[in-house]
């Protein structure tokens, strides 16, 4: 391939690829380019400025070259190996090197939590037990994987759901208890047969109001 060639394709690699798939905007391409042209296009791996001599090669202010070098380095597209008086080493990392991971990240799907089964999927079940930290959503005892069954907030016989915002760990004894109640009137009646405290049950009237809120999510473990 003539060297002219391998140019064009680069060209395209940075137009077509690198830039739309990370979104550059004006400014970075400017100092991408202007960074490639004073080192891989010479010949160079890496090539030694100031902030200020990219500045006014580039007719750029200080402030937006700072700033797009730091996007820079965090889309991984620039390194930075040292800083003298007489300037910085900068390394444009090329499309190719930097794309294998850029592109790996964004082929992986988005979660979407509320369409997570989480009285049937493993990984929902327990995660769902790690948010209750292993305690009974209702009357706060340790639960362990054989005390411990997952509950609908709003039972599914009253249309409840299985996502994240309806299903809470708990014990066998409160799961029982509950049956079709709604949650408000179990937790008073767990405060009024003594096991909640005054100060437990407000805590678990706020926990229901952000958990129908969606305020208490899952993570899944890999």
């Not at 380095?73 to 190996?81: F, S």
Request: aromatic content about 8%; some cysteine; overall charge positive.
């Amino acid at each position: 391939m003539s060297r002219l060639s391998h140019l064009a394709r680069l060209w395209l690699a940075m137009e077509d690829e690198l830039f739309a798939r990370l979104g550059f905007d004006v400014v970075e391409r400017v100092v991408y380019y202007f960074l490639f042209s004073r080192s891989r296009l010479r010949g160079r791996r890496t090539v030694r400025l100031s902030i200020h001599q990219i500045g006014s090669a580039t007719r750029l202010s200080g402030y937006l070259v700072a700033t797009r070098v730091k996007q820079l380095k965090q889309k991984g597209c620039l390194r930075v190996h040292d800083r003298t008086k007489l300037g910085t080493t900068w390394e444009i990392v090329l499309p190719r090197q930097v794309l294998g991971p850029a592109l790996a990240r964004r082929r992986q799907p988005r979660l979407d939590l509320d369409a997570l089964d989480c009285s049937a999927d493993p990984l929902a079940r327990k995660a769902i037990f790690r948010r209750e930290r292993n305690r009974c959503f209702y009357c706060l005892h340790e639960i362990s994987g054989l005390s411990a069954v997952i509950d609908h907030v709003v039972p599914r016989t009253r249309g409840g759901d299985s996502t994240y915002r309806n299903v809470v760990a708990s014990c066998h004894e409160c799961n029982s208890l509950k049956n079709a109640r709604r949650a408000t009137d179990f937790l008073r009646h767990l405060f009024r047969s003594g096991r909640l405290s005054a100060a437990d049950l407000d805590q678990r009237l706020w926990a229901l109001s952000r958990l129908g809120r969606g305020a208490l999510k899952i993570k899944l473990a890999a």
